[in-house]
């Protein structure tokens, strides 16, 4: 069965850094490409960062390029978003997704996955 499990969220007030982990169960996440996703009460979900399964390549969000990094430790299986320069509207449930399909990453805001994990809540305030 395949599991996620997300962590790493909180409160944090603007221009701090916070670094989310998806940790996953049942399955090898090296095979599966991950996506992160963010969700406001009333809005829809906004796909944040992919990282590819094979090569690694990376995809980002514009409203996010240049303060999140996305990265992948297959030893622990685990994916990490790594978060810099947070900002108020950076605010929401934040839950990573798995995808076999090797195209996934190049219109993961689109489609759909296998799995999501049930998120951790970053609050972006002072």
């Known amino acids: 069965q395949l599991q996620l499990v997300e962590s790493g969220g909180g409160l944090v007030q603007p221009g701090g850094s916070l670094r989310l982990s998806c940790a996953a169960s049942?399955?090898?996440?090296?095979?599966?490409?991950i996506a992160w996703f963010r969700q406001v009460p009333g809005k829809e979900r906004e796909g944040v960062s992919c990282?590819?399964?094979?090569?690694?390549?990376?995809y980002y969000a514009e409203s996010v390029k240049g303060r999140f990094t996305i990265s992948r430790d297959n030893a622990k299986n685990t994916v990490y978003l790594q978060m810099i320069s947070l900002r108020p509207d950076d605010t929401a449930v934040y839950y990573c997704?798995?995808?076999?399909?090797?195209?996934?990453?190049?219109?993961?805001?689109?489609?759909?996955?296998?799995?999501r994990g049930q998120g951790t809540q970053v609050t972006v305030s002072s």
């Open positions: 990282i590819h399964s094979r090569d690694g390549s990376t």
């Open positions: 997704a798995a995808s076999r399909a090797s195209y996934y990453c190049t219109a993961y805001s689109v489609l759909s996955y296998d799995s």
């Open positions: 049942g399955f090898n996440l090296d095979s599966y490409a």
